[in-house]
Structures are given as C-alpha cells and as structure tokens.
C-alpha cells in the first residue's frame, strides 16, 4: 500500500495474517478498520508480577517463577480430557503444577530452565492450576490486558493484531482533542493514550490512559449532543408567547393543594421557555404521585392566556380520558375550553371537533394518535405535551411537532431517569425533574416474602377484598417468550379464580390481546367491575385505580428495581393505606439485594440509580426503547464525575466563537458530526 492511501480508517485486512475468515471473525467484534482494532479496548488486565507464595490468598491468580525439576507428564483421565503435571522450586520451595487439556505445552517444559506459570493458587493444596506459559516478548509485560473475544478469534491474536497495527499506523492516530484541554486536564494524546491502554507497564500507567481516553469519549459525544441541540434553537425558531402572569398566578391559586417546591421550580423553567423566541424541546420526569399533571396544567393554561392552542397526547384511549377528567376539573373555573379526540370519537363529535380546532373554538385537544392524523388541523398550535413519550415512536412525535409552527415541546415520563443517562441519552434535550412528593401522600409499605408464604399472602388478600378494596398481580415475562408469559399468567388466573372466584370478580390481562381489550379489561378494574386483576407487565403507566390497595408481584426478582418501582406505584393512587407484596425466591446475591432495596425505600430517583449500578445502563428502559449511547470504554456510573466535567466543557466550547470558525477544531469535528438522524436518541 502506498503512503497516499495509508490510512487509520483502512481495512484490517491490510494487517498481516488477516484473510477473508479472520476478516469474518473480527466483524463479530465489529473491528473493521485499523482505528476499530485499535480502539478495541481491554475490559481488565491480569497482573503478572511474580508473587510471593507466603502472601498469596486461596484461589488468587499469581504469577510462579522457579526451575522445573520434574519432567512433565501427560495423563487422559476422560474421552478428549487430559492432564500435564510437572514441578518447580520456587524460593527453595517445591510446588506441584497442573494444566488441564493442554499437553501441548509438554514441549516447551524442559527439567532444569527457569520458567514464569501464570494459574489459580490452592492454598490447601500448595499447587498451581495452570492458565498459561508465559515466554514470548508480548506476554513478558507485568500487566497484561484481557479482551472480549469470540470462539473465532483467540486473546493471543488480538494482541499480536494491535501490536502490529501500533507499529504500523501509530503515526497516524489522529489527535482529536484540542490542545486547552489536554493541558487543563493533563490529559495523555490520542495516540499514547491508546498505546498505553493496551500495553501499560502498570496499573497506575493504564490509569491515567484510560482516564484520557474516557474523558476524550465523553466529551465528542457530548459535544454532538450539545451541537444538535444549539442546530435545533437556531433553525427551529419558535414561538414566542407573552402568557398573562397576573392571570397564571390566580388560576395557581384556586388549586385545593400548595405547591411542593420542586414544581413550582418546573413550573419557572418551562415559563422561561415558552417565552423564549426558540421551540422549547423539554423532557419533564418525575416519579409516580410528584405531580407532573399539574406542571403539565399550568404549561397548557400560560399558553391559552398568550393566545395559543395546545395539544395533549397520550398513548392509549384509558390514559387520554383520565388526563381530560383531570384538566377538566383543574380549570372548571376557567373560561378555557378542553375537548377529547380519540379512536372512539363518535364521527358526528369528531367532525364538530375538527372543525372547531381549525377555528380556534378549542383551546386544549386531548387525545391519542388520533391527534396526528392528516385532517386534524390546528388553529394556531403554540404546545404540544406528550405523556409517556416512550410509548410513541420518533415519526409520530415528528408529524405532532410538525402541526403548527414550531410549537413548544414537553414530553413526559413518569421513569425515574438517573442522572448518569439524563445527561448521556437525553443531551439534545433540557430536563425538569420533579424530585418532591406533595405531603400527605402516604408511602406504598413493601414487603419481600418467600413463595412458601404463600399462604399468608392470599390470608392478606382476603382481608383487603373485604374491605372493598381491589388488588393487583402481576407476573413477569418468562424467557422473552410471550407463549410462556401467556401460559404463566392464565395459570396464575385459574388458580386466584380458584381460591376467590366464588364471591369476586377476576379479570386477566395479557400482551396478546387486542389493544382495545386491554383498554375495557382496564376500564372495568378502574370502575371496580373487576375486584383482582391478574396480568402481566402490560398494566398501563400512569392508570389511576384508587381503590387498588394491594400488588403482589410474583417471582419479583426477575424483575429490575425501575420497573417494581413503576409496577408498585400502580397503588397507593387513593386515600387507603397501600402494600406491595414482593414473592420471589432470588438465587443470586444480587436478586436479594433488590429486594431488600425494594422494602427500604419508595424514592425512584434512589431506586434508578441502584438500578443502573446493578443491571447496568442498557436494562433500564428495556432493550427497544433504551436510547442510551453504548460506550467504548467509559462507564456512566463509574466514570458520571468525568462525564459531568467533559459535558460541561463541551458546552462552553459549543458556544464559543472559536468553534464557530470553518478552519479551527478540524479533526474533533470530524468525529462529533451530527446528521438529523441522530437528533432523536429517545427511542
């Protein structure tokens, strides 16, 4: 290859020894150019310093030096099982050595050479179980890395690939961060750094390269988060609304409740918003009972005193009717008018309404999808608020936006977001967070039973259902396998139809129905029609069922902590003391932790946080709707401190005039371009 077209964005199959089938099996690392393999970072690294057997722990992994003072040999003990013994002096101490299915090594153990084991101590024993030879040049290092592999591809190669890809295109790594912050934050270049992290000559060395290389990651996408956004203020201008003041402070305090602190500060942040001249694109999150439908009235009010008409979605008919009875009677006092659209619609109502909404009669629409279709035309459309923004996907936000001219835009969720992923995946966008309950709210109890108590469960149960009350229960998803989810929960029926059938009414709801199933099986339970309700996690988000005062949860651990935490704020909706009933028989340390974690505390934010740090970042939202950005080599809970340093730099350098120049920053912009594709990372 010439040095005109020798570049680090080559294809791997320009390194030796690389042909059509490694070619293959480095694709499955998803390593297809030099800067791919070089940027396949170690996940740890194995110290292989010589150690000291008298200060070694039972099953630790040390590195033995010593002579060989007894010829190998090899014994089968199994069909294709096999085992290479020998012996070695280390420190005048005589210590057996063991490596399973390896007798290839026979070869290269000769009586009388000096050797370095790396293997597992057995401190009872006073052996080694051997996990490796080490003698060639690469392996001598003290501190070797250890690199996700593939059955295709072995460690050895990998480490022999980039060893000959450092020597080879070192020169040409790019240097992406500009030359103020490497010397702010003393941070190693591009191509040392890189250099280091897969051939450090200590902990402390891979330390400060790995730092580099975290806060270099952090901050390019950070700084295409921030670009968007800035992109987004300049384009979309917006609207710009001079809301009544005088008129939003009585309509607050006509409220039958006092405002916690946390909403009034929500309640400022989207004001300043809307009276700014660029569409608002603001995510409020707030945990179950916080409040968000009463942030989400006082944005709908400012905007009808500034003249402008707002549209409210949600995702299912249930949700869109419980939104328009409680804005209904928030503004019974108001001349504002509000009108439901959804599925249902009578076709004589629904024509009434769209011709009403093109003539500026309604002022706030609530409703479903309904809302975006192509005749439903807005007079002047000033905000768009969408409730469970999850459950909808990037084209129909997009055909909502689109309706009027630049509207504001909130969306909503009642997921508790961790800071971490708030600042990652939701960049391109500001975020009010409702972080205070309203007093009085009572506190859901939890408990965690074993599934041999059972009986005391259904004892509990009886007691709340002769108090008129209803109850919850729910069963996971068994193997991702909605045939087995659907076996599980019909058996989970039968058996409470069983036990209470006789003097109450038991429905069961289950993710192969039919939507509008689900929404009248959801009816019924909210008009108490239904006493116990059996399903699986497709309850709705956000349903208010204040007589429901008890949910066990079945097989708990299978669950993660956000979604018991979101499954349990399914009650203590009324003025009833609420229980939540955990049965679970966790066979891992860590499925008992969550449960513990379950009965100490009813704070999501706490409870999200917990989350991430035990199922990591991609299981929070579930594995179609997480949006959250996978990193090389950074860790959003490990590395948040790094995180909220590189965002913050890359917001100053967004908005300085510098950045702005065509010439300056070439090479970092080069890897932060944006595309509108990537402006959406929601979904």
Known sequence: MNNQTKTIYNSVKNLPNVGEKRLEALAELEIFTIYDLLRHFPFRYEDLTVKDITEVEDKEKIVLIGEVVASPVVSYYAPKKNRLSFRIVSDKVVIPITFFNQHFLKNQINTGETIRVFGRWDSQKRSLQGIKLLSSDIEKKDYEPVYHTTKRIKQKTLVKLIDSALKDYYSLIPEI????????FKLLSNARSIQIIHFPNSEKESLIARRSLIFQEFFVYQLKMQEWKEKNKRVNHGIKKEYDLPKIKEFLSTLPFELTGAQKRVINEIAKDLKLPQQMYRLLQGDVGSGKTVVAATALFSTWTAGYQSAFMAPTEILAEQHMKNLSELFQSNDLTIELLTGSTKAKDRKRILTDLKTGKIDVLIGTHAL?????????????????????????????????????????????????LAISAFGDMDISTLDEMPSGRKPVKTYWLKNSQVEQVDTF???????????????????????????????????????????????????????????????????????????????????????????IINDADRFGLAQLHQLRGRVGRGKKESTCILLA????????????????????????????ELRGQGDIFGKQQSGVPQFKIGDLVEDFNILQVAREEAIKLIRSKEFQQE?????????????MDDSIVLD
Do not use: C, W
């Open 177 to 184: 961060m500009p030359d103020f912050l490497v010397t702010k």
């Open 461 to 551: 149960t009886k007691k709340q259902l002769k108090n008129n009350s209803q109850v919850y229960v729910i069963n996971p998803l068994i193997d991702e396998s909605e045939n087995m989810d659907l076996q599980n929960a019909v058996e989970t029926y039968e058996s409470y139809r069983n036990k209470f059938g006789k003097e109450y009414e038991i429905g069961l709801l289950h993710g192969k129905l039919p939507s509008k199933d689900k929404e009248e099986i959801m009816r019924a339970f909210k008009q108490n029609k239904i006493q116990i309700l059996v399903s699986t996690t497709v309850i709705e988000v956000g349903v208010d069922v204040p007589n429901a005062t008890l949910m």
């Open 585 to 612: 028989n966790p066979k891992t340390e860590n499925g008992k932790i969550r449960m513990q974690i379950m009965t100490e505390t009813n704070d999501g934010f706490l409870l999200s946080e917990k989350d991430l």
């Open 372 to 420: 975006i279709q192509k005749d439903v035309e807005y007079h002047s459309l000033g905000l768009v608020i969408t409730d469970e923004q999850h459950r909808f996907g990037v084209n129909q936000r997009k055909v909502l936006r689109e309706k009027g001219v630049h509207p504001d835009v909130l969306f909503m969720t009642a997921t508790p977001i961790p800071r971490t």
């Open 663 to 675: 010439d300056s920053f070439v090479e970092l912009k080069k890897h932060s371009q944006i595309s």
